[in-house]
């Protein structure tokens, strides 16, 4: 059964987490952050070429799951979803329109090329009855989940 958590990508550590007691050690743990993310996590426009990761807002209510992928530039007609049993794939191109102008510089720092989102689901939707919209750049899929479906919450007694 898949969580909304195991979706999301953490960055951080635990043990990151737990250094915050010294606040020097935070502080050079983060100052080492921000250099991975700016040399190391593909923010450069020559690492960046030719990838793309559309970013998903996900609700999940006692009903249904819903969600949203930004996919800025890309028409609806280079995108494919398709839902199983446990999950939801999201895949498409974002196709490149480049110039060439002998004469001067060109530099390109938007993503380009094939991508694919493999989302989990809980084995409670019902995939035959999703829905799906594209508009301004947004994919918004609402997939209801099956009738009868209990909820996933429990209370657990402490003792």
Not at 1 to 30: C, K, T, V
Not at 128 to 155: Q, Y
């Amino acid at each position: 059964m898949a969580l909304i958590n195991d979706i999301i990508p953490w960055r951080g550590s635990r043990r990151e987490l737990a250094g915050r007691d010294d606040p020097f050690n935070y502080l050079r743990s983060q100052i080492n952050r921000v250099f991975d993310n700016a040399f190391g996590g593909g923010n450069w426009p020559a690492e960046s070429a030719g990838t793309f990761t559309p970013q998903l807002d996900v609700t999940e209510t006692d009903k249904e799951i819903k969600i949203c992928a930004e996919l800025p530039g890309i028409e609806s007609k280079d995108i494919e979803v398709n839902v199983t049993d446990d999950e939801l794939i999201i895949r498409g191109e974002k196709q490149s329109e480049r110039s060439s102008d002998e004469k001067g510089r060109q530099w390109t720092e938007r993503t380009y090329g094939s991508f694919e989102r493999t989302i989990p689901l809980p084995a409670d939707v019902n995939g035959e009855k999703a829905k799906s919209e594209f508009k301004n750049g947004l994919l918004r899929i609402t997939l209801p989940k099956r009738e009868g479906a209990k909820p996933r919450s429990h209370k657990i007694n402490v003792g």
